[in-house]
């Protein structure tokens, strides 16, 4: 039998130059999402080093009592305001000192530190001290007020906390109830009505929300708690609006959390005699809970980093206070307000905020990763 | 013969108790539901009630008493515009536009704003509400009598065409949002320009080439850990990346394509940019989760024919993709367009009277606009920003409703 | 050149799924222009040693082969070799029907056209449908999609898509599988007359399938060491294996009393 037989194949490798080309460069796509994060926490991390460095002098009201030489370096000072410290650099004029010890107005001075030449002072010129932010003060202060010296982020802090404390509080009830009826109760006619009102409620833009707290949620609280108590720019307004901000993600997420879990377990307990509230209580409910923690957390996350809300209706001027209708400036509401001004590089304010945006960032990355954990192993359950 | 007593409590009794704490707990499901409807509704409202409502203007001369041969002032052509400004503002002041922009250049619409403005020059002195329009119509009476004897009462509707199309102004009654519009329409168009194609790349790669090594799983947790950085730190790596450390490109000086108002990296590009990076993750895993419902029976049969991978993703994976892609896509850019922070953070400028000529101009966009105007303790200033609301939700919902058709005609089965 | 005997031989062929091995010691000689009929028992590894034929199983990340697979006399796995250019050369129909969502007209002319085809496109296409016998049933809606052909026309769609390229072998894995049997049957004629053309190797479950088109067949069962490895039991002239088999446990398959 005469069958044709085929010619053998050039099976060899082609060089295809593009498609290297292609994959090289879409490689590069994925890999930019890591300059992004390397250039999120390579920048905040610069800036706030910048501002744990940044070397500010305050008055220190300490009038030199007598002209001083330029070799002196016993000399007397005033004794009103704050001690001083020795170990502390001063400053009189462009010359900076070392303080060495300290006998009432008697100081000891190290003349010409920090590369400054030692000159002679007037009588009457006054000291400046050496301002620093530290990490322990910044961490542990109450106050921020950067150009005083004092560099707490507590107040800020407190009232970011509070408010996005308020706004969980409202949207976790809600979120998660009408997660419920939707996944558990809601005909499929209700639930097409009820997502895309959710879906749009997601999709109001934060400046609009900040704008309705301001307009509406704010005049509403002074009208029921009494003008005097609540002030006009308030952090319980700024929570309550986020917390119906976050809300539409609270309920969708906690929904599909909640459909998840398989039928079968849902018929076990009708099969028991379990009332359709039995069931989505004590059986769906737990199954789903990591992932509605994981909702909740995310949903955190969210509200800490909102700014417009806050930025608009909770006030501008850190204060620290535990009171919610008092106006209190948050971390994001500040980043903002002090650059929305005119922001020199390089200034103390400049720098200021980025501690506080690293500040921000830790937070916020600390809650996604605990969120996506808790969501992995959710899944490892069920699929 | 005896039974053994149940052990159960009177089962009808108990079955009923939990029937009614059934019924009671649904009716509080349903009401927690509501109240989210509930919030929607109030928050449009709250917004409309700020959009229209009774005003009391007085104005500095009758706009009537500026017709030419009985034709109203605002059917004028420029020519006659001109005159009439001409005649009804200083020399000096005349020599001033014409420094600031040369009549030639000028349209019909600019010089009628400037005759609006300079001329007929309207005051808003207070102004209502919506609600208190219909509901306290005396009391706005009395008010207007005692208080502003010469103003007239006018029932104005803040979201007029004019406010669409005219300039920012520091007046309240002739402001409008072109500049803001124009400016959120470019940087949106930049932002999707370079975010749309690094996106949808990045997850080409994620799902069609990656195999499972530490790089790609760092990359892919790495994304979903970027969707959740607060907006405000995204502005904060703009105004050190983009603002700062390449002003020089930003700002188009190296390219010699400078704007003089400008000279900075605060420009369209920069804000642009930085939007971009931030819808980033989301269009990568909307674009991820698309390209992963292609089936995997197309990829074997374009395999199977000896395609290359690149051939079976680009006419295979990603046209079956597409549609997918594009719906998050448009979900990102109404993302974008609602952006505020960190707009503020990279310097949005707080006040343009100018169009945006291009990638290295001032910018400010919509919301920018409207945290302005809502910031602003004169009321008249809340009722533009109810407006500039209004018309941004309107973007964001065609945007949406055209991401809806586009996913409901795309459900194709394979 | 064609101076091989055969068109696949395989020494030694063992593929792993990660460290399970889902076969082994596979030793087979496949003739030219013959139809051979792989069968045996679900998950004894028949689709994998079929899609080791065109290197598929490289699609999927945790796989590797060892051995060896001559095709033509050529090692495919040798290190110089292309996959595409096995794939254009050993073709593939499925056993779900997967056209592309595109014309009927697309579905055939595309690979042809990424394969470096340079004639006349529209002769192609009339030339493939005939060639698998759809030309007749599709000639005036060229332009409809693949998608909206019944399943046996679609299945005959992915015949005519692979013969577009002009390969030498085709690899059917249960192409029957998800149709009736009038279309079933017009596949199996099909089958029959692509012989002439083709080297055509086909998994089945049909055991009258594979004794009524197939010329040779092979058969695969799970090892009875109970590491449920794959082995090539039985391989031989298709009478001879379903009359006369030579061991017990084909036998007992063939017959139904397997297992
Ligand atoms: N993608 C995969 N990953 C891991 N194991 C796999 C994979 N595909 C197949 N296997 C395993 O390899 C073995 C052989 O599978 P294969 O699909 O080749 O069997 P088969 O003989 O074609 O079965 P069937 O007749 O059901 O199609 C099975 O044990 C199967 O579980
Ligand atoms: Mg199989």
């Known amino acids: 039998m005469a069958i044709p037989t085929p010619p053998v194949a050039p099976l060899r490798r082609r060089t295809r130059i593009h498609e290297v080309i292609i994959q090289g460069l879409l490689f590069l796509c994925g890999l930019i999402s890591i300059f992004v994060t390397t250039g999120i926490i390579y920048e905040l991390s610069k800036e706030a080093y910048l501002f744990f460095g940044y070397q500010q002098w305050l008055p220190a009201h300490k009038p030199l009592v007598a002209d001083i030489a330029p070799e002196q370096t016993l000399f007397e000072v005033g004794t009103q305001g704050p001690a001083l410290e020795v170990g502390s650099h001063y400053r009189i004029g462009d010359e900076i000192m070392l303080l060495e010890a300290v006998d009432g107005a008697l100081v000891q001075m190290q003349r010409g530190a920090q590369q400054t030449e030692p000159i002679a002072h007037r009588a009457g010129l006054t000291l400046s001290r050496e301002v620093n932010p530290n990490l322990l003060e910044f961490l542990t202060g109450t106050a921020w007020e950067p150009h005083n010296g004092r560099f707490g982020i507590l107040p800020l802090l407190n009232s970011t906390l509070i408010v996005s404390s308020i706004a969980i509080l409202v949207a976790l009830p809600l979120g998660l109830a009408t997660a419920i009826y939707l996944s558990e109760y809601a005909t499929p006619t209700a639930r097409s009505r009820l997502k895309p009102i959710l879906e749009i409620l997601a999709g109001v833009p934060t400046v609009v929300y900040g704008f309705f707290a301001l307009t509406f949620m704010t005049p509403l609280l002074r009208a029921i708690f009494g003008s005097g108590v609540v002030e006009i720019y308030n952090m319980a307004s700024a929570g309550i609006v986020v917390g119906i901000l976050i809300l539409p993600f609270v309920s969708t997420v906690s929904e599909d959390a909640l459909s998840a879990v398989p039928r079968s377990l849902r018929e076990a307990a009708y099969g028991l005699g379990a009332t359709r509230l039995e069931t989505a209580i004590q059986i769906v409910l737990p199954a789903a809970f990591s992932g509605i923690a994981a909702a909740v957390i995310l949903a955190a996350s969210r509200a800490i980093g909102e700014t417009m809300v806050v930025a608009i209706a909770a006030g501008a001027g850190p204060n620290f206070t535990f009171n919610p209708f008092k106006a209190a400036e948050t971390m994001t509401g500040h980043i903002a307000r002090i650059s929305g001004g005119d922001l020199s590089y390089d200034s103390l304010d400049y720098n200021s905020i980025f501690a506080v945006g690293l500040m921000l960032f830790l937070m916020t990355l600390v809650l996604n990763i605990i969120s996506q954990r808790i969501v992995r192993r959710f899944r490892e359950v069920y699929e | ?414 | ?259």
């Not at chain 2, 009774?54 to 605002?74: M, T, W």
């Not at chain 2, 505020?340 to 707080?350: E, K, M, R």
């Not at chain 3, 056993?95 to 042809?112: D, L």
């Not at chain 3, 002769?123 to 049933?137: H, I, N, P, Q, Y």
């Open chain 3, 1 to 259: 050149m064609q101076n091989s005997t055969y068109a696949i031989e395989t020494k030694d062929l063992a593929i792993f799924y990660g460290a399970f091995q889902a076969v082994g010691n596979v030793n087979l000689e496949i003739e030219h222009h013959k139809i051979t009929a792989i069968i045996g028992p679900s998950g004894c590894g028949k689709s994998t040693v079929l899609r080791a034929f065109n290197r598929m199983n490289e699609l999927i990340p945790s796989v590797s082969t060892k051995g060896v697979v001559l095709f033509n006399g050529h090692n495919i796995y040798e290190r110089d070799v292309d996959p595409v250019e096995v794939r254009r050369h050993v073709g593939m129909v499925f056993q779900k029907p997967n056209p592309f969502p595109k014309s009927i007209y697309e579905n055939i002319a595309w690979g042809a056209r990424i394969n470096g085809y340079t004639g006349n496109m529209d002769e192609l296409v009339e030339s493939a449908l005939r060639g698998a016998a759809l030309w007749d049933e599709v000639h005036d809606k060229l332009d409809q999609s693949g998608t909206s052909l019944s399943g046996g026309q679609q299945q005959r769609l992915c015949i005519a898509r692979a013969i577009a390229v002009k390969p030498d072998i085709i690899l059917m894995d249960e192409p029957c599988s998800a149709l009736d049997p009038i279309a079933t049957l017009r596949i199996e004629e099909l089958m029959y007359d692509l012989a002439r053309e083709y080297t055509i190797i086909i998994v089945t479950h049909n055991m009258q399938q594979a004794a009524r088109v197939s010329d040779y067949t092979a058969f695969f069962s799970l090892s009875e060491d109970g590491k449920r490895t794959g082995q090539l039991m039985e391989y031989g002239d298709t009478k001879t294996i379903f009359t006369n088999p030579g061991r017990k446990i084909t036998e007992d398959y063939i017959t139904g009393r397997f297992g």
């Open chain 2, 1 to 414: 013969m005896s039974q053994a007593p149940s052990k159960f409590a009177d089962a009808s009794l108990q079955v009923n108790r939990r029937h009614v704490s059934g019924k009671l707990w649904l009716t509080i499901f349903q009401v927690a539901t509501l109240i989210g409807v509930v919030a929607l509704t109030v928050l449009l409202l709250t917004i409309l009630n700020d959009s229209f409502g009774y005003v009391a203007v007085e104005n500095k001369v009758d706009p009537d008493s500026l017709a030419v041969n009985g034709i109203p002032l605002d059917a004028q052509d420029k020519e006659t515009l001109m005159q009439t400004l001409r005649a009804n503002i200083s020399a000096g002041l005349y020599a001033r536009f014409e420094r600031d922009q040369p009549f030639a250049e000028r349209d019909a619409a600019n010089v009628y704003a400037l005759i609006q403005e300079f001329v007929i020059s309207p005051r808003i002195l207070e102004s209502w509400t919506l609600y208190d329009s219909l509901f306290i119509r005396e009391q706005i009476s009395e008010t207007l009598e005692r208080d502003f004897p010469n103003a007239e009462l006018q029932f104005r509707n803040w979201l007029s065409w004019n406010f669409v199309r005219a300039q920012q102004s520091s007046y309240p009654e002739i402001a409008g949002v072109r500049t803001a519009i124009l400016g959120s329409l470019w940087t949106i168009g930049i932002a999707i320009a370079f975010s749309l194609p690094v996106g949808v790349g990045a997850a080409v790669y994620l799902q069609e080439y990656a195999q499972d090594n530490q790089i790609n799983r760092i990359i892919q947790t790495n994304i979903n850990n970027l969707a959740g950085v607060p907006s405000i730190i995204y502005g904060m790596l703009g105004l050190a990346i983009f603002v700062r450390a390449f002003g020089l490109f930003t700002s188009g000086i190296a390219f010699g394509a400078v704007d003089p108002a400008t000279a900075n990296g605060r420009t369209i590009l920069s804000a642009g940019l930085t939007l971009g990076l931030l819808v980033l993750p989301l269009i990568i895993i909307n674009a991820q989760e698309a390209i992963k419902a292609v089936p995997n029976s197309l990829r074997e049969a374009s395999f199977g024919l000896g395609a290359t991978r690149w051939e079976t993703i680009w006419a295979h994976v990603l046209p079956n993709a597409l549609p997918g892609i594009l719906t998050g896509s448009i979900l990102a850019v109404s993302r974008a367009i609602g952006e505020t922070a960190p707009l503020i953070v990279i310097g949005a400028s707080t006040f343009i009277q100018v169009d945006p000529s291009g990638p290295f101009s001032k910018f400010t966009t919509l919301p920018i606009q409207i945290f302005q105007w809502t910031t602003r303790p004169q009321g008249a200033y809340h009722h533009l920003a109810a407006a500039a609301s209004l018309v941004l939700l309107v973007m964001l919902l065609t945007l949406n409703a055209t991401a809806i058709l586009l996913r409901n005609r795309s459900r194709r089965s394979y």
